[in-house]
């Protein structure tokens, strides 16, 4: 995932929680202004993005985004749904059998599967619990959607070796890290809340985004590990907490932008993989 703001993914941002409403290149140069970038900047990322279809406009100068949806954007929007992603975990395993990877296919290839939650268990075999929600197929798409420069072969396994499949659960995801950082994330919201209603509203605006961006980039790169392996207490709390801090930053970005209903905070990180915005 990339995690940097782009007159791109800030304008994709704000046109997807705006849903069908069209909204006026004013409050988009506007926005754009907040965060550093020009008038013709925004003008221009607007225009190259009408041309390549994936936002509409219904009159000059009122833009919305295009009706198409894809798998992949649906999945990073499920950050909302919290510990409904996943289901008890049967003891299998979701496997990703990859052949030799070109050497310059390999980064990005990498970032794909990792973004899934899967970890290379074996050379050639990269695992994750079988505890996902999606079918191999939705996985499958969603890997390719992500780079995967070939269909990758996808398949459950089981009665691997015991001592092998402890290691994988001790060593191959960093929980201490995750633990710290969405420990870290929810003071950050907790902080923030007290603040924003204080803060001039062009800041508030500003810091919401940054936030909101920060904790769902976290929340939808959560490999969903299963309680067997790591206690899921934060992800609830996490969720919760975005979710009550999305309500107050709706608010603000309703409050600045009149005229204008938002059904969600901006938050541009649920938007951006590789070098693409999807929607």
Not at 129 to 150: D, K, V
Request: proline letters at 6%.
């Amino acid at each position: 995932m990339d995690y940097k703001i782009t007159p791109k993914s800030l304008i994709l941002s704000i046109l997807h929680v705006a849903g069908r409403q069209p909204v006026p290149i004013k409050a988009l140069v506007v926005c754009g202004d907040l965060f550093g970038f020009t008038s013709n900047t925004i003008r221009v990322n607007a225009a190259r993005l009408y041309r390549e279809g994936t936002i509409e406009s219904d009159e000059r100068g009122l833009y919305r985004l295009g009706s198409r949806k894809n798998p992949l954007s649906r999945y990073i929007d499920g950050w909302r749904n919290g510990p409904t992603r996943i289901r008890p975990w049967d003891g299998c395993w979701t496997c990703c059998w990859q052949a030799q990877v070109p050497v310059n296919e390999q980064p990005g290839n990498q970032k794909a599967i990792q973004f899934m939650g899967f970890r290379q268990g074996l050379p050639g075999l990269w695992v994750r619990p079988n505890n996902l929600m999606l079918t191999l197929s939705e996985i499958s798409a969603l890997l390719m959607q992500m780079g995967l420069p070939a269909r990758p072969e996808l398949f459950i396994g089981a009665q691997f070796d015991a001592n092998l499949t402890e290691q994988w659960q001790h060593f191959l995801w960093p929980m201490k890290d995750l633990l710290q950082t969405a420990d870290h994330l929810l003071n950050k919201l907790t902080a923030s809340r007290v603040r924003l209603p204080q803060m001039p509203l062009d800041q508030a605006v500003v810091e919401s985004f940054r936030l909101g961006g920060e904790v769902i980039h976290f929340l939808i790169t959560d490999p969903l590990l299963p309680k067997e392996i790591m206690a899921d207490r934060y992800r609830r709390k996490l969720t919760q907490a975005m979710l009550n801090y999305d309500e107050l930053g709706k608010e603000i970005w309703t409050r600045k932008f009149k005229g204008l209903c938002f059904e969600t905070t901006p938050a541009h990180a649920r938007l951006v993989q590789k070098t693409v915005e999807v929607i």
